[in-house]
């Protein structure tokens, strides 16, 4: 598959790409404005008084960054929660976070509301509760032991578990066999070993330092303020998410739908799964014209210009041994054999060339429409013996081109078709003409398969986006089969988009037709 395979997908639905990228785009940009604004507030308090200090010792300031930490943690317990929510009178409290400012010893909070007063006042409270239980306010003995026993409950807890942890992995060190899993369990015992030691550090310090309460000392650096703008939603990013996320999605269903859709897309396609050339691509006929007279009418289209292209590619077919009868047939049922073996025929005869054009597809005739007759009577009367070839014949295009109804359906097409009677019927033809064009039945009756090894060309007539590619491979089989040598395949009704031919002509050359009074 080259790039413009997976191109195709995505040319072919960009109404469904566009579609949906407006539509989650739209649709997220009307949610958004349901959606309250949120606000959002800031406090920072910090931990003990190294700032201020001239030479700040580097031990109390690493246990002042880990008790950083600790009241971060502590934010989100109950008691602290409970203590604001009694303190504001609410029953529950915003979205909120604390941490601790890696590297430092400052405490951040941040509130996200939709109410920017309350934001501000549950910024503040909270930073009061953590102050109230840190040394901070000098309140007594009480205070202070019970904000002791906090922390001290903290780092306990987190010495524990890691002591814990070490037991689990000494233990299994012992049962371990190779020299790779005992060095990664090495390396492990010592990170936690190293963990241990430094929490040990901080609870030795904690009990040590804590006394005077400087350490502790826990300082609003930057109160709380009433917010003016708020923060969400951002309507910009959720409406880009959405777009991206549609046409993500859009692209997939794509691509899924190419995927399980079994119609063959492309020439290459063709060429790959039947092996055979293709000879031919013919666009769309324009809207509102007819397509049995289209070629006689617009000789300058690019649609005409595909039929004699289709004619010269057939005529080098093999230049030392002219082919002087066709049999134009399909994998199945729509795929506009019928206007192509007419348009041929058309194009076939605009040289010195006599041409006969026979509808040989006796269960849906149509070429009688291309003369504007009915088909009362035609080539079954032939086989029947109630009428000549000459009395069937029916003059089109000024005479340069003779057209042969199917006529009525006989009782055993597949049998006439067969006999030696064709034969010697198309013999007839081919020394009356130069060149005939049977308009057979789709491949997959036994007309057509009966028909393929009295001419000298098959030509296939496949159509992009409705011909099934098992059909196609079915095809193939009977092709091998049969023995068929000189198979080639015309694309009919290519996309514009895709026709070789549209870009080099243009497809509104028509000229606006005039109005009927």
């Known amino acids: 598959m080259n790039l413009n395979d997976y191109i195709a997908p995505l040319r072919k639905w960009w109404w469904l790409l566009v579609a949906a990228t407006v539509i989650a785009a739209g649709a997220s940009l009307a949610y958004s404005f349901t959606q309250p604004d949120v606000y959002q507030v800031r406090t920072t308090l910090m931990v003990g008084n190294s700032l201020n200090a001239a030479n700040p010792n580097g031990g109390e300031y690493y246990l ?15 008691p602290i929660r409970q203590a604001a929510m009694n303190a504001l009178g609410l029953e529950f409290l915003p979205e909120y976070s604390v941490r601790a400012v890696p590297n430092t010893t400052l405490v951040e909070i941040v509130v996200n509301d939709t109410n920017p007063q309350r934001t501000m006042v549950v910024a503040t409270e909270l930073a009061n509760q953590l102050v109230n239980r840190s040394p901070s306010l000098q309140g007594g003995d009480a205070g202070i032991q019970q904000f002791l026993e906090d922390q001290l409950t903290v780092v306990q807890g987190q010495i524990e578990e890691t002591r814990n942890e070490l037991e689990d992995l000494q233990a299994q060190v012992t049962k371990l066999t190779s020299a790779r899993q005992i060095a990664d369990m090495q390396s492990q015992i010592q990170t936690l070993q190293s963990r241990l030691s430094n929490l040990q550090s901080t609870y030795a310090a904690l009990l040590s330092n804590t006394q005077g309460g400087a350490t502790n000392a826990l300082t609003v650096i930057e109160p709380a303020e009433i917010p003016t703008t708020p923060t969400g939603p951002n309507r910009m990013m959720i409406v880009i998410l959405a777009a991206v996320v ?13 995927f399980f859709d079994d119609a063959v897309k492309s020439a290459d396609e063709v060429k790959r799964i039947l092996e055979i050339p293709v000879v031919g691509e013919v666009g769309d006929f324009p809207q509102g014209k007819d397509p049995w007279s289209y070629v006689l009418e617009e000789p300058r289209s690019p649609v005409a210009h595909a039929f004699r292209v289709l004619r010269t590619n057939l005529d080098l077919l093999d230049p030392d041994m002219p082919l002087r009868s066709f ?31 026979v509808d040989a597809d006796f269960h849906r005739p149509m070429l009688h429409n291309a003369v504007s007759i009915d088909n009362e009577h035609g080539f079954s009367d032939v086989f029947k013996g109630s009428m000549s070839l000459q009395d069937v014949l029916v003059p089109w295009n000024a005479g340069k081109l003779k057209l042969i109804p199917a006529g009525p359906m006989p009782a055993n097409p597949s049998e006439l078709l067969e006999s030696k009677k064709m034969e010697e019927l198309l013999e007839s033809l081919q020394s009356m003409a130069d060149v005939v064009v049977l308009d057979g039945p789709p491949f997959f009756l036994s007309d057509a398969s009966a028909l393929s090894t009295k001419v000298d060309c098959v030509v296939l007539v496949v159509r992009p986006g409705y011909t099934r590619k098992d059909a196609l491979r079915a095809l193939k089989e009977e092709i091998k089969k049969l023995r068929l040598k000189n198979v080639v395949v015309v694309l009919n009704r290519v996309p514009r988009r895709e026709s070789y031919y549209s870009k080099y002509y243009p497809y509104n050359y028509e000229k606006p037709s005039k109005s009927k009074a």
Not at 246 to 252: F, W
């Open 327 to 357: 049999l134009i047939t399909s994998a199945g049922i729509s795929e506009g054999k019928s206007t192509i073996s007419a348009n041929l025929a058309v194009v076939l005869s605009q040289g010195d060339r006599k041409v006969i054009c």
């Open 246 to 258: 549609g046409l993500a999605l859009a692209v997939v269903a794509a691509y899924a739908i190419e």
């Open 64 to 78: 002042q960054q880990q008790l950083a930490g600790i009241y971060a943690d502590i934010a989100y317990r109950e």
